[in-house]
């Protein structure tokens, strides 16, 4: 039954209805992807009329940008923190960038795991890089962006006069892993005999660190 909704502008369940359209039309978007779901789509799960979505996000385009908007600011708000927390207090810049490198990696790899939502963020957010469309300059801006700076200015303590360039290289070069590592983990689980467990995803972090760290003295560091 949906919730009791007066289109004279009162809505008598309104964070209830607007939390189930967006948590729906989240798992939808990240599954099938922008264009391949349809507002009835999202109605028909999230038990609502198409009156309730336009009231609350004014329509299909502004639902997913919003979608998009909120999931890249919690990540890269959380991300950015780990990574503060891990290089306070360091005064050894190359100590910095080896602690920053494997809190940006481990938050990452035990955040996509950890849970069906933050799987269907990631879903959502490699959908969009992978073929551009409405959310990308969301995508650029609010989680390349902050992180591409996070690194650069650890690499900037090690490397004096690193270009934006290399580091950005650095950077991609490390999601790369990462994004293998996730997205790959039936062929990881059924390689290595094991399963992705906490203690395979240490493994796999200071796997990345160590061939970060060791790739990086191509660069100068030692």
């Known amino acids: 039954m949906e919730d009791a909704v007066d289109y004279a502008g009162r809505d008598w369940n309104h964070e209830s209805t607007r939390d189930r359209i967006f948590s729906t039309a989240k798992r939808l978007f990240s599954k099938n992807g922008f264009t391949g779901t349809s507002i009835r789509d999202i109605t028909e799960e999230a038990g609502v009329n198409v009156a309730a979505v336009n009231y609350h996000f004014g329509g299909k385009e502004n639902l997913y940008l919003e979608i998009l908007a909120e999931r890249t600011k919690y990540w ?7 990574i503060s927390r891990a290089v306070e207090g360091t005064d050894n810049p190359k100590a910095a960038l080896e602690a920053g490198i494997r809190a940006f990696v481990r938050f990452n790899l035990a955040s996509i795991v950890s849970s069906e939502d933050c799987a269907e963020d990631c879903a959502l957010f ?4 992978s073929s551009p469309g409405l959310g990308f300059e969301i995508i650029m801006r609010e989680l390349i962006a902050p992180t591409r700076k996070a690194i ?9 006069g690193i270009t934006q360039e290399s580091s950005f290289l650095v950077l991609s070069s490390m999601i790369g892993q990462m994004t293998h590592f996730v997205r790959s983990r039936r062929v990881v689980t059924k390689a290595l005999g094991r399963e992705y467990d906490a203690e395979l995803i240490d493994k796999i972090c200071e796997h990345i660190v160590a061939f970060s760290m060791g790739g990086l003295r191509a660069y100068g560091v030692e």
């Open 126 to 129: 490699f959908r969009e890089i």
């Open 152 to 160: 650069h200015d650890l690499l900037a303590g090690v490397i004096p």
């Open 76 to 82: 890269q708000g959380a991300r950015m923190e780990a």
